[in-house]
């Protein structure tokens, strides 16, 4: 039986253990140019134990990107600050690929010069948001023109592209958590009447043309897709997501991706939500790699592979306090403290990457 220790090819990524690191954001690149900053170099870099890294969300354009601090994949100059971060990867031996993401209706328009946020239909998430202009309601978007789809689709291509020139491994798309594609996937979310909205099959689209432009540019074997079934975040809902996820894993088997990365947190977990696992319904109606993430550590991530219900985990939130989370958990070593959650999102130096690794 295969543990979380021994290696596995997902696509053509050789991963030397079944444990990838959980796409986190961190708030530390430069807010006005989403350029990743220096600091981002070591954090990364000291955490190339990790079978794969998956990369904190980045945005794929301006119109997509409303998070201080998060880092894009549209200019030259974010390219540039990414080259030392995967170099420094590469060379402590790990694997690296960038998680893109258009943020859709959790954006606003402080970001993007006064331009209002788009999403499937017009709809607000209820609560606010931080801008560069202080605490703001999350505004009321602008439903997407039909003809404006397949621009934010070139924007996924040139992301991707990007990705390459700044000496990534593949990308996953981010199609979980509320955001742009997850947005159009969820029928409490997309009311649209035109061929990206109505039934499962069409709400799927978006995220299907987006995979097939980065598939296109990386070769679907460096390619990973997430979703969230069931999560809450930033208003997701749909009333019927067993249906829709079966659509979602019936659409996506076919492209041979290197994985899918559902995150379905465990009970009693960060970001736990209620319902009815999808996942199974999912490893069912999905035929390649599968991994799983929302609470697994070594106990739950070893369960999950006995049993057959998943092929590797990621894990997040115990790698922001430890660096060497492989190594702690393979050599029986204890984990460091948790991580103070208000450096989580935001700051400088402090409680970003000043973990030790175990007997240091
Ligand atoms: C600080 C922080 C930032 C996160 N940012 C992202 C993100 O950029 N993209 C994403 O898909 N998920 C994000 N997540 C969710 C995690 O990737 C993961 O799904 C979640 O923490 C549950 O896994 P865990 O129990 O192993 O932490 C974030 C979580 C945390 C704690």
Known sequence: MPTLFDPIALGAFQLPNRILMSPMTRGRADTATAVPTPMMINYYARRADAGLIITEATGISRQGLGW????????????????????????????????L??????????????AQPVAASAIAIKGHTYTPLGKKEYEVPRALETNE???????YAHAAANAKLAGFDGVEVHGANGYLLDNFLKNANNKRTDQYGGS?????????????????VWGADRVGVRISPLNKFNDAADSDPQALYEVVAKTLSPFNLAFLDVLETLPGHFMYTEGEPVHPAIRQHYKGPMVLNGGYLLDEGSAALASGAADAIAIGVPYLS???????????????????????????TAGYDDHAVYGK
């Open 68 to 99: 201080h601090g998060a880092p894009g994949l549209w200019t030259e100059a974010q390219v540039a600050g990414w080259q030392p971060i995967t170099a420094a990867v590469h060379k402590n031996g790990g694997r690296i690929v960038a998680q």
């Open 322 to 348: 430890n660096p060497d989370l492989v190594s702690r958990l393979k050599n029986g070593w204890p984990l460091a403290a948790p991580s103070d959650p208000s450096t989580w999102y935001m700051g400088g």
């Open 101 to 114: 993401w258009h943020m859709g209706r959790a954006s606003h328009s402080d970001f993007n010069d006064g």
């Open 149 to 155: 789809i397949a621009g934010i689709v070139a924007d």
């Open 200 to 216: 499962a099959e069409n709400r799927t689209r978006f995220l299907a043309e987006a995979t097939a432009a980065v598939v296109n």
